[in-house]
């Protein structure tokens, strides 16, 4: 027999499952209105655990064509540096660049360049004068973009702040290459996407046959989304340890702070006050992640656009901090 006090707690369970249904509603008709309101953004996807809330591509070429990522490509490596780690093909985070690829060094580079570690390298603090920005034109038309950037003056000391540059990150990737005997193409097809079931097709070499470590690769939006959810769940996907948990832990700690964003960087992710870990690409591509709230998301946008912290990238930001942690 139903008591007074159960049909009290059904009513109240009722009354706020219907609360909840509401809010998400009112969250999905946020974002449907948010995202026409934005014509450069290509594509958005919201998971919630297991549960898809928001799948939608309004622009682009949908949720199955290969989109450039741009610099999100910068944490795709800095998750295989995680596994060559893991394997054993470097020691560690704090292997030098001397001792791990010694042969990507020129006879000429600047000095102190091989004692510059893993960490330095993924972490954005190797220190060097960046070759993104307004030297990035001269670095891509240079015969050799290694060289290039390892004869960039000392700005900094290694280690110390954050120097957001694409150079940096190509030669983190050299370095894993040259450190596992695998183009960075073969690492992250193996690695990464034959693990998670995605295609990961070859993207711009520089003049000596390496992969460019930290730009131009593109992945469907679905491949991306997979990303986040397996940085989302600590390193696994589907049952399966894509990478250890302790270095995706390792990966969301602070190690320095964007000058320009305001957020925080850590080992190839950006870190947002609300939660959230960030792979950000220009014109506005993300992969991004919130175990909290456990949620996974990837955004597309039109590549060609800039997407600046004051602009569209910030009305990103407002995004995901509004309505898409409104579903969780």
């Not at 603090?125 to 001269?138: C, F, I, K, M, Q």
């Not at 005997?181 to 079931?197: I, N, P, T, W």
């Not at 270095?247 to 964007?258: C, D, F, K, N, T």
């Not at 080992?267 to 996974?296: C, K, M, N, P, V």
Request: charged share 20%.
């Amino acid at each position: 027999m139903l008591t007074r006090r159960g049909f009290t707690a059904l009513a109240a369970g009722g009354l706020a499952m219907a609360f909840v249904r509401r809010a998400e509603a009112q969250a999905r008709s946020d974002l449907g209105a948010a995202i026409e309101a934005m014509p450069q953004l290509h594509s958005l996807q919201v998971q919630r655990g297991a549960d898809m809330l928001f799948a939608e591509a309004p622009r682009g070429g949908g949720l199955d064509r290969s989109a450039n990522i741009k610099s999100c490509a910068k944490s795709i490596v800095a998750l295989l540096l995680g596994a060559a780690i893991d394997r054993g093909e470097i020691d560690g985070v704090g292997a030098r660049l001397g001792d791990v690829a010694p042969t990507i060094i020129p006879a000429d580079a600047t000095q102190g360049v091989a004692d510059i570690t893993m960490e330095d390298l993924v972490s954005l603090r190797a220190g060097l004068e960046p070759t993104s920005g307004p030297n990035y034109g001269r670095w891509v038309e240079s015969g050799n973009w290694l060289a290039f950037a390892l004869r960039r003056p000392m700005v900094a000391e290694p280690g110390g702040r954050m120097i957001y540059s694409t150079g940096t990150t190509h030669i983190l990737g050299a370095a894993l290459a040259e450190a596992t005997g695998e183009s960075l193409l073969d690492q992250a097809r193996s690695r990464l996407g034959e693990v998670m079931d995605f295609e990961v097709p070859p993207w711009t070499r520089d003049p000596q046959g390496y992969y460019l470590g930290g730009n131009e690769m593109a992945l469907t939006p679905r491949a991306m989304l997979k990303i986040a959810v397996m940085l989302r769940n600590g390193g696994e996907f589907e049952g399966r340890q894509v990478l250890p948990a302790d270095w995706v832990e390792a990966s969301l700690v602070p190690r320095g702070r964007s000058p320009w964003s305001g957020l925080r960087y850590g080992y190839g992710w950006f870190l947002s006050d609300t939660g959230f870990a960030i792979a950000r690409g220009y014109g506005g591509q993300i992969i991004a992640a919130h175990q909290e709230r456990r949620l996974a998301i990837a955004i597309t946008s039109d590549p060609t656009q800039p997407a600046r912290s004051e602009g569209y990238f910030g009305d990103l930001m407002q995004l995901l901090d509004g309505p898409v942690l409104a579903l969780a």
